[in-house]
């Protein structure tokens, strides 16, 4: 093309400027300041996205070489007791972390939306962990549930014998141990969107529902809630794509123990890319994540932008 | 008779903002009340304390004899339409309608039964599965008296309900209130900062300003008889010309030294020494031509400015050095730069002491 | 007087002696309702509060103190020591420099990573609503997909990627992977901002003549700085408190802080010094934190913002 090249204007006189010149020339700059984005979109999101489906129907264990296996992987990804545990936990934590989160998040931006005093210092205090980082979340909940010397230990020293608060070193319970701290992290997050979605609404709403005799806590369930939809969907979404990420906490809080009785898929992935020498399986089960996600998404996604096309 | 709502000594403070000062009002039964000022002057805030939605600082509220200063808005027999509808927005209109009766615990029938006759009374029967997104403004603001309506209490109050609308629809809706009022004969309060709807539908003006009723009148007497300064600038457009200047006995000479004999005005309490005041005359009483030539006061004047409006036409002259604008038939041929004959009877105007700017 | 009061006795109401309701409504100062509130919400605030309490007061602990087994207490002599040892030389499995190497590595991760990320999500945003092109709402679109996407689905390309680059292990690989991974919430941010801005103004400044770069610089850019404020604290905060693209791509000599954190307070050998995990814990948070508490409003507005939809 380079040969071709006329002056611009002369070109643009003579005729239209040749297609591919066209999809260059025309709006260049702004082409220029997108091109970390069409880059990212293309290599990353798209790239990497189907490189690692390729590459997990492979044999790869150290290097990404091997040959064509089908779902031999997948195969094996579900014959691990390993991955089936860490696919449990995360439903099971998930579950119960999605539910907790958006209970209490609404709970505590209702009761902060009920005029009270020290508004802003109940806010600060619920939102900080969520400045924190997981690793720093994880460490503290570790020193806190440490059985000998934190809150158990303290405790029985202070007279109740029987007092009991071993969660990270009990396999069946060690997942509560994970949705406290995690809850202690997030909810805060929650309780501000919550509170942003109900003093959204009219306040001329309230006034009519006083008017009609509505107790309060009827409004909030037949009128508030149903007109906070877009914020609850927001806050499943988020909240949902952070639980499948779900790693950082796990990896400071309990390591995947006791055994393997608080591993989750992400964890499952890290170990056998980076520790394991297992790419192939590393990949199957990123893969299997990625399509978790899909399932989540797509519905959302329909329903979100679907119907009538509504938003820009 | 007995007072559908009475506001005796009413106060309301925010912190040390005096929003309501010592605020009487007597409604009666079957009135149509409204309460007329700009934006600030507290209005809405009686209207809000008479809801019972804002608790008063002082002061007792009456409707049909009970004192509900302490009750809670449900019980105190009123119905409210609000400026932006406030529907539930994901109820059908006829769920909206029936929403608070269902929550009282009424039974189906009843419910039914006021429902439907809302429903027929505005005409919206054919919405009731609708939901409010799918309506235009001026259905929502059909369900919303509905809304009110369906309560079958005695008192109406209503919060701007025609703002949100464009002009055409205002002016459809404002009849069609009218038109209920007539029908349901219940008492309403009515909040607008929109002189003509004021000075459409009401019985009685309440105009206030900074939280004090200035004047409290019928609509003719608001528009030709305002109490006072800001009454009588806040009512009318184009705004009655004013004329600063001195009174002595019956003769007004303004400041520029055009001598008006007032013979003809009817004072409340004759003056005598010379004070400063302010006549004013409404653009429509300034006559043109031979009929100015008739009229107490007449004066030569020249054509600034001419704004047809299509139903009359306006025109801006000057009185001395005193922009004036006056009202003529829209058949009258005046263009800019000629000179006419202006003038107009005092009898129809009012004077007002520059002192107290109360009428005199 | 005497009319009056025979009004007030006749008058409808059969309050009989009771006072005439007058004036504001009573309300009782305690109310059920409102000792419930305040209790429920104290009583999340100590959930909220114990664990930063815990930190303080555990960091500034000596040992023994700790063996006694007191959670609640406070240090009955409050030292320092294991803050200092927390910086300069708690071992983090493979050396003993403390935290110090690291918290330096995440300044130099996270300024060059925040400072592109950002500059690279304006201009994109701002491409994106004044300067559209065919086809640049598909990328948008997917961008945004792309988010939600678990990140192990891309870490091992990546990896692969940077390893042919060279820098696979080095302070640039992991900046690059915080400007693409920041890329779809910050362009969010950015665009549905310059779209809320009127868009008479660059309307007007294009017919007078300005240009792409000159209307971003000139008239978009001094307009913008409550959305630099809240990208800046989202990708601070962000950026300061990733563990997963820090251990993967920096390596080990990269270590950001939250890694070493971990590696001190999980890897150690030997008796584990509480008092110095502590110490460490909280000055891995404070930076943070710091944000948090001077951006204060900001800070909520910027993760409002973030959970906003397009």
């Given at each position: 093309m380079a040969d071709t090249a006329l002056p611009l204007e002369a070109g643009a006189k003579v005729n239209r400027p040749s297609l591919l010149k066209r999809i260059i020339l025309h709006n260049l700059p702004a082409k220029i300041a997108a091109l970390p984005m069409m880059v990212t979109v293309l290599v990353v999101f798209v790239g990497c996205t189907l490189w690692t489906i390729y590459y997990s129907f492979t044999n790869?264990?150290?290097?990404?070489?091997?040959?064509?296996?089908?779902?031999?992987?997948?195969?094996?990804?579900?014959?691990?007791?390993?991955?089936?545990?860490?696919?449990?936990?995360?439903?099971?934590?998930?579950?119960?972390?999605?539910?907790?989160?958006?209970?209490?998040?609404?709970?505590?931006?209702?009761?902060?939306?009920?005029?009270?005093?020290f508004e802003s210092a109940f806010r600060t205090i619920m939102l900080y962990p969520f400045a924190l980082s997981f690793i720093v979340t994880g460490l503290v909940w570790q020193w806190i549930m440490n059985p000998t010397l934190g809150l158990q230990g303290t405790m029985r020293n202070l007279g109740w014998e029987n007092f009991t608060f071993d969660w990270i070193a009990n396999p069946r319970m060690v997942l509560y141990a994970l949705l406290i701290a995690g809850l202690w992290q997030g909810t805060g997050f929650c309780m501000v969107l919550m509170l942003a979605g109900l003093r959204g609404v009219d306040e001329e709403i309230w006034k009519a529902a006083r008017i009609d005799g509505i107790p309060t806590w009827r409004t909030y369930v037949s009128i508030v809630v149903p007109m906070m939809r877009g914020v609850m969907v927001t806050a499943v979404v988020i909240i949902g794509s952070g639980i499948v990420r779900l790693y950082d906490l796990v990896v400071a809080l309990t390591n995947g123990g006791p055994g393997i009785s608080s591993e989750v898929p992400a964890k499952y992935v890290y170990n056998y890319m980076f520790s394991g020498g297992n790419i192939g399986q590393g990949l199957a089960a990123a893969t299997m994540m990625l399509l978790s996600v899909i399932i989540i998404l797509i519905p959302w996604a329909y329903l979100e932008f679907g119907g009538k096309g509504r938003r820009t | 008779m007995q007072n559908s709502v009475s506001i005796r000594d009413l106060s309301l403070n925010f912190g040390s903002v005096k929003v309501l000062q010592h605020l009487d009002l007597d409604i009666a039964q079957g009135e149509f009340i409204v309460l007329l000022g700009p934006s600030g002057c507290g209005k809405s805030t009686l209207l809000n304390c008479i809801a019972g939605l804002l608790d008063v600082s002082d002061g007792q509220i009456f409707i049909g004899g009970k004192n509900v200063t302490w009750l809670e808005p449900k019980d105190r027999g009123i119905g409210m339409v609000f400026q932006s509808y406030a529907l539930y927005p994901q109820m059908?209109?006829?769920?909206?309608?029936?929403?608070?009766?269902?929550?009282?615990?009424?039974?189906?029938?009843?419910?039914?039964?006021?429902?439907?006759?809302?429903?027929?009374?505005?005409?919206?029967?054919?919405l009731l599965d609708r939901k409010p997104a799918n309506l235009s403004g001026g259905q929502r603001q059909r369900v919303a008296i509905g809304r009110a309506l369906v309560r079958d209490v005695d008192v109406f109050l209503f919060d701007e309900p025609l703002s949100n609308l464009d002009a055409k629809l205002r002016s459809d809706l404002r009849v069609e209130i009218k038109r209920l009022?007539?029908?349901?004969?219940?008492?309403?309060?009515?909040?607008?900062?929109?002189?003509?709807?004021?000075?459409?539908?009401?019985?009685?003006i309440a105009v206030m300003k900074n939280g004090v009723i200035q004047q409290l009148s019928d609509p003719h007497t608001i528009y030709n008889k305002p109490v006072n300064l800001y009454v009588a600038?806040?009512?009318?457009?184009?705004?009655?010309?004013?004329?600063?200047?001195?009174?002595?006995g019956t003769t007004f000479t303004t400041a520029d030294g055009t001598v008006v004999s007032v013979d003809t005005y009817d004072f409340a309490a004759p003056s005598n020494g010379p004070i400063q005041a302010v006549l004013g005359?409404?653009?429509?009483?300034?006559?043109?031509?031979?009929?100015?030539?008739?009229?107490?006061?007449?004066?030569?004047?020249?054509?600034?400015?001419?704004?047809?409006?299509?139903?009359?036409?306006l025109a801006w002259t000057k009185i001395g050095n005193k922009a004036v604008t006056f009202r003529c038939d829209s058949d009258v041929v005046i263009e800019t730069g000629q000179m006419v004959r202006i003038g107009f009877d005092p009898a129809r105007g009012s004077i007002f002491s520059a002192e107290t700017t109360n009428r005199l | 007087m005497s009319q009056i009061s025979t009004m007030a006795s006749v008058s409808p109401a059969p309050t009989g002696a009771a006072v005439e309701p007058r004036g504001p409504r009573p309300k009782p100062f305690f109310t059920p309702r409102k000792i419930i509130i305040y209790s429920i919400l104290v009583m999340f605030s100590l959930y909220y509060l114990f664990p930063l309490y815990v930190m303080f007061t555990t960091s500034l602990k000596t040992m023994p103190e700790i063996r006694f087994g007191n959670i609640f207490s406070l240090p009955t002599a409050p030292s320092f020591d294991a803050w200092v040892k927390a910086w300069t030389s708690a071992c983090t499995g493979l050396t003993c420099e403390g935290l110090a190497p690291g918290f330096w590595n995440s300044v130099k991760i996270t300024i060059p990573s925040t400072i592109i990320s950002i500059f690279i999500a304006a201009v994109n945003g701002y491409a994106l609503i004044n300067w559209r092109f065919k086809g640049s709402e598909i990328f948008f679109a997917i961008l945004i997909f792309g988010s939600f996407i678990p990140y192990q689905v891309f870490l091992y390309p990546l990896v692969m990627i940077t390893r042919e680059m060279g820098i696979f292990g080095s302070l640039q690989a992991v900046i690059i992977?915080?400007?693409?991974?920041?890329?779809?919430?910050?362009?969010?941010?950015?665009?549905?901002?310059?779209?809320?801005?009127?868009?008479?103004?660059?309307?007007?400044?294009r017919v007078d003549g300005a240009g792409f770069w000159r209307i971003f610089f000139e008239i978009m850019l001094p307009m913008s700085l409550p959305i630099f404020v809240v990208a800046l604290i989202l990708q601070v905060t962000g950026i300061w408190n990733d563990f997963l693209f820090g251990v993967v791509f920096a390596g080990t000599q990269n270590y950001p802080m939250t890694v070493q954190l971990n590696n001190i307070v999980n890897s150690a050998q030997g008796t584990p010094e509480y008092n110095v995990n502590m110490a460490a814990t909280v000055l891995t948070g404070l930076v943070p934190l710091a944000v948090y508490f001077v951006s204060g409003k900001w800070f909520v507005r910027g993760v409002a913002a973030g959970a906003v939809k397009g």
């Amino acid at each position: 093309m380079a040969d071709t090249a006329l002056p611009l204007e002369a070109g643009a006189k003579v005729n239209r400027p040749s297609l591919l010149k066209r999809i260059i020339l025309h709006n260049l700059p702004a082409k220029i300041a997108a091109l970390p984005m069409m880059v990212t979109v293309l290599v990353v999101f798209v790239g990497c996205t189907l490189w690692t489906i390729y590459y997990s129907f492979t044999n790869s264990k150290l290097l990404p070489t091997g040959k064509f296996v089908g779902i031999e992987q997948y195969e094996r990804l579900f014959a691990t007791s390993r991955w089936n545990v860490s696919v449990t936990n995360l439903i099971t934590y998930g579950v119960l972390s999605l539910i907790f989160t958006l209970v209490v998040g609404f709970i505590l931006a209702v009761l902060i939306d009920q005029k009270i005093r020290f508004e802003s210092a109940f806010r600060t205090i619920m939102l900080y962990p969520f400045a924190l980082s997981f690793i720093v979340t994880g460490l503290v909940w570790q020193w806190i549930m440490n059985p000998t010397l934190g809150l158990q230990g303290t405790m029985r020293n202070l007279g109740w014998e029987n007092f009991t608060f071993d969660w990270i070193a009990n396999p069946r319970m060690v997942l509560y141990a994970l949705l406290i701290a995690g809850l202690w992290q997030g909810t805060g997050f929650c309780m501000v969107l919550m509170l942003a979605g109900l003093r959204g609404v009219d306040e001329e709403i309230w006034k009519a529902a006083r008017i009609d005799g509505i107790p309060t806590w009827r409004t909030y369930v037949s009128i508030v809630v149903p007109m906070m939809r877009g914020v609850m969907v927001t806050a499943v979404v988020i909240i949902g794509s952070g639980i499948v990420r779900l790693y950082d906490l796990v990896v400071a809080l309990t390591n995947g123990g006791p055994g393997i009785s608080s591993e989750v898929p992400a964890k499952y992935v890290y170990n056998y890319m980076f520790s394991g020498g297992n790419i192939g399986q590393g990949l199957a089960a990123a893969t299997m994540m990625l399509l978790s996600v899909i399932i989540i998404l797509i519905p959302w996604a329909y329903l979100e932008f679907g119907g009538k096309g509504r938003r820009t | 008779m007995q007072n559908s709502v009475s506001i005796r000594d009413l106060s309301l403070n925010f912190g040390s903002v005096k929003v309501l000062q010592h605020l009487d009002l007597d409604i009666a039964q079957g009135e149509f009340i409204v309460l007329l000022g700009p934006s600030g002057c507290g209005k809405s805030t009686l209207l809000n304390c008479i809801a019972g939605l804002l608790d008063v600082s002082d002061g007792q509220i009456f409707i049909g004899g009970k004192n509900v200063t302490w009750l809670e808005p449900k019980d105190r027999g009123i119905g409210m339409v609000f400026q932006s509808y406030a529907l539930y927005p994901q109820m059908t209109v006829e769920r909206n309608l029936s929403f608070g009766l269902r929550v009282a615990g009424m039974k189906k029938d009843e419910v039914e039964r006021r429902v439907a006759r809302a429903a027929e009374i505005l005409q919206i029967e054919p919405l009731l599965d609708r939901k409010p997104a799918n309506l235009s403004g001026g259905q929502r603001q059909r369900v919303a008296i509905g809304r009110a309506l369906v309560r079958d209490v005695d008192v109406f109050l209503f919060d701007e309900p025609l703002s949100n609308l464009d002009a055409k629809l205002r002016s459809d809706l404002r009849v069609e209130i009218k038109r209920l009022h007539h029908r349901l004969k219940n008492t309403m309060i009515y909040v607008t900062h929109d002189q003509i709807e004021a000075l459409t539908l009401a019985d009685r003006i309440a105009v206030m300003k900074n939280g004090v009723i200035q004047q409290l009148s019928d609509p003719h007497t608001i528009y030709n008889k305002p109490v006072n300064l800001y009454v009588a600038g806040f009512i009318g457009s184009p705004q009655m010309n004013m004329f600063e200047g001195t009174l002595e006995g019956t003769t007004f000479t303004t400041a520029d030294g055009t001598v008006v004999s007032v013979d003809t005005y009817d004072f409340a309490a004759p003056s005598n020494g010379p004070i400063q005041a302010v006549l004013g005359v409404r653009p429509e009483h300034i006559a043109l031509g031979e009929a100015a030539a008739a009229m107490p006061f007449s004066i030569d004047a020249e054509i600034e400015i001419v704004e047809p409006m299509g139903s009359d036409t306006l025109a801006w002259t000057k009185i001395g050095n005193k922009a004036v604008t006056f009202r003529c038939d829209s058949d009258v041929v005046i263009e800019t730069g000629q000179m006419v004959r202006i003038g107009f009877d005092p009898a129809r105007g009012s004077i007002f002491s520059a002192e107290t700017t109360n009428r005199l | 007087m005497s009319q009056i009061s025979t009004m007030a006795s006749v008058s409808p109401a059969p309050t009989g002696a009771a006072v005439e309701p007058r004036g504001p409504r009573p309300k009782p100062f305690f109310t059920p309702r409102k000792i419930i509130i305040y209790s429920i919400l104290v009583m999340f605030s100590l959930y909220y509060l114990f664990p930063l309490y815990v930190m303080f007061t555990t960091s500034l602990k000596t040992m023994p103190e700790i063996r006694f087994g007191n959670i609640f207490s406070l240090p009955t002599a409050p030292s320092f020591d294991a803050w200092v040892k927390a910086w300069t030389s708690a071992c983090t499995g493979l050396t003993c420099e403390g935290l110090a190497p690291g918290f330096w590595n995440s300044v130099k991760i996270t300024i060059p990573s925040t400072i592109i990320s950002i500059f690279i999500a304006a201009v994109n945003g701002y491409a994106l609503i004044n300067w559209r092109f065919k086809g640049s709402e598909i990328f948008f679109a997917i961008l945004i997909f792309g988010s939600f996407i678990p990140y192990q689905v891309f870490l091992y390309p990546l990896v692969m990627i940077t390893r042919e680059m060279g820098i696979f292990g080095s302070l640039q690989a992991v900046i690059i992977v915080h400007t693409v991974f920041g890329m779809p919430i910050l362009t969010l941010l950015f665009r549905n901002y310059f779209a809320s801005l009127p868009q008479e103004l660059f309307k007007a400044a294009r017919v007078d003549g300005a240009g792409f770069w000159r209307i971003f610089f000139e008239i978009m850019l001094p307009m913008s700085l409550p959305i630099f404020v809240v990208a800046l604290i989202l990708q601070v905060t962000g950026i300061w408190n990733d563990f997963l693209f820090g251990v993967v791509f920096a390596g080990t000599q990269n270590y950001p802080m939250t890694v070493q954190l971990n590696n001190i307070v999980n890897s150690a050998q030997g008796t584990p010094e509480y008092n110095v995990n502590m110490a460490a814990t909280v000055l891995t948070g404070l930076v943070p934190l710091a944000v948090y508490f001077v951006s204060g409003k900001w800070f909520v507005r910027g993760v409002a913002a973030g959970a906003v939809k397009g």
